[in-house]
């Protein structure tokens, strides 16, 4: 490999690879999401065409907002994050992402703002030591409580999650102990490897989750049927919501000249 070929080279050719976009067309925001219909969707709302590589990008520049689907899963999520570290303008990062509800008080179709997520995935030991809890900024959770309030009238559920790579896990009952035990209140493929990249490449990252199934309960686990339901009745409204958190953080948040990302209230 020549000398020459630096990680910051790297990262920005696998970006331009996996998206069809080149460095200087992302935003300053940046949403990542799981599945293509938020990202048609954003280019109707936004007119913006949606370009395509491994993943699809749409760049909003008129509101200076970048959506990138992603795909599923861990080291999907790792690769991402570690690239857009390299992208000097890109100051905030929200996950719209998708989880299953293990909380009692749970439903489908509510938001969930985890406030940290055990590290039961491959990729983020990586980044961080094992003890180390994958966390989001603080500063984004606090303006995503806020816009849900101030949208749904509802107070936002929040709690621990677990990420996890292990597939089928719901037909485990010593998994599903350890999930009990240990009071997750949702589980997903994705946010602990979001979360422990970005704290350890000092992107800020934050998440507005959707419950989409309540595996634990009967009747519950997901669906062809039922994800192509949870698609068509809530993916409107959860991006409205990741949108609105962006307009908030761009009104009324101010980058500190000491460390990319942080608040001046």
């Known amino acids: 490999m020549s000398k020459n070929y630096r990680p910051d080279t790297h990262a920005r050719d696998t970006l331009e690879r996996y998206t069809g976009s080149r460095d200087d067309e992302f935003c300053k925001n940046i949403i990542l999401v799981n599945f293509p219909r938020y990202v048609e969707r954003f280019s109707v709302l936004t007119g913006a065409e949606i370009q395509s590589g491994y993943w699809s990008a749409v760049h909003d520049k008129a509101n200076d907002i970048s959506i990138i689907n992603f795909g599923v899963g861990s080291p999907s999520a790792g690769i991402v994050t570690h690239c857009l570290s390299f992208l000097d303008q890109v100051q905030t990062v929200l996950m719209l992402g998708m989880c299953g509800g293990i909380g009692d008080d749970l439903n489908v179709g509510e938001l969930l703002i985890p406030t940290a997520s055990v590290r039961d995935e491959g990729t983020s030991k990586h980044y961080l030591p094992h003890d180390v809890p994958a966390q989001p900024s603080f500063w984004i959770n606090r303006i995503c409580e806020e816009v849900i309030i ?34 997750i209140i949702a589980i997903d493929m994705e946010i602990a490897t979001l979360f422990s990249v970005a704290y350890a490449l000092n992107l800020p990252v934050g998440a507005v989750m959707l419950i989409s199934d309540l595996p634990l309960k009967k009747g519950g686990i997901k669906s062809k049927e039922s994800a192509q339901e949870i698609f068509e009745t809530y993916t409107e409204r959860h991006l409205t919501i990741g949108l609105k958190v962006i307009e908030k953080i761009k009104s ?8 990319r990302g942080k608040c001046e209230w």
Do not use: N, P, Q, V
């Open 252 to 259: 009324g948040c101010l980058e500190s000249r000491s460390s």
């Open 150 to 183: 101030r949208e749904t009238g509802r107070e936002a559920k929040s709690g621990i999650m677990l990420t996890t790579d292990y597939r089928m896990w719901e037909f485990d009952e010593e998994f599903i102990d350890y999930i009990l035990k240990h009071r």
